[in-house]
């Protein structure tokens, strides 16, 4: 998640600028907020992340879009997030807000409050976040290939990649969840072969956590894939799939490697 939080962080920089001038120009300390600024940076963050991803798409064939079940959950959230606020908004202003100075609720205010935190929701959950998914995703795939090319005499190449939660923070509710396990394969042979693995997956303590059997993969020759199994989550996007989940970090494991030519 490293590449993740260090997007998130660097897209959060305007955000962050808008909310420490606004503050100031609330108390009186500005005389207005640097608007152009915010936008310039926008601009270039969003710019930026567009290279990069067009990049990985021509170096790795990632879509730039994500799956359209992941697009609808990120509006949604965006949407309910924001009709929350406006919905407390609206309330307050009809049955107390006419009481109330402006120094303490500001209808207008509270509107553009809610605009600017739907769209730094949206830049985080359609930019931020899946260019640091994709470049996550990609330095795996270049460990996977760096660690397969010494290893040839073998028929095919299991490697786990990463373990890892799917968290940004180690609070106490990212403790409790589980780990995200990445199994890359690597055909060695020169024909194409459906090919299903048997992974034993162990901890530190070298305790088995859980046995499970990958799909029955069809690879080609010198073909790197994501190893997949019952757990991998056929409609997200590739940067966003694993090969199953534990509920402690995968350190240690044993394969079994089945395989046949591919009927004709």
Not at 14 to 43: M, S
Not at 54 to 74: R, V
Not at 169 to 195: L, P
Request: with cysteine.
């Amino acid at each position: 998640m490293l590449f993740v939080m260090m997007t998130i962080l660097i897209f959060s920089i305007p955000g962050i600028l808008l909310l420490w001038t606004a503050i100031d120009f609330k108390l009186g300390k500005k005389d207005k907020i640097p608007w152009k600024l915010i936008v310039i940076l926008l601009i270039v963050l969003t710019s930026a992340s567009v290279l990069i991803q067009i990049y990985l798409l021509q170096a790795y064939s990632f879509p730039i879009f994500q799956t359209n079940i992941e697009t609808i959950i990120g509006i949604s959230i965006v949407g309910f997030l924001a009709g929350i606020i406006l919905i407390i908004n609206l309330f307050i202003t009809k049955t107390m807000g006419k009481k109330l100075p402006k120094s303490v609720h500001d209808p207008k205010t509270v509107n553009v409050f809610t605009l600017c935190i739907a769209i730094f929701l949206f830049i985080i959950l359609f930019i931020a976040a899946p260019t640091g998914k994709k470049i996550a995703y990609a330095t795996s795939i270049h460990q996977a290939m760096a660690a397969t090319e010494d290893v040839a005499e073998e028929e095919f190449s299991v490697l786990l990649v990463t373990s890892e939660r799917e968290c940004l923070r180690q609070t106490t509710s990212c403790r409790n969840s589980a780990y995200s396990n990445q199994f890359f394969i690597k055909s060695n042979i020169n024909k194409t072969q459906e090919v299903q693995v048997k992974i034993r997956a162990l901890n530190s303590s070298n305790q088995e956590m859980k046995v499970i059997d990958s799909k029955i993969m069809t690879l080609e020759p010198n073909e790197l894939r994501l190893l997949e199994t019952e757990e991998t989550n056929e409609e997200a996007s590739v940067w966003n799939k694993y090969s199953f989940q534990t509920n402690h970090r995968v350190s240690h494991y044993e394969q079994m490697i089945r395989y046949r030519d591919v009927d004709e």
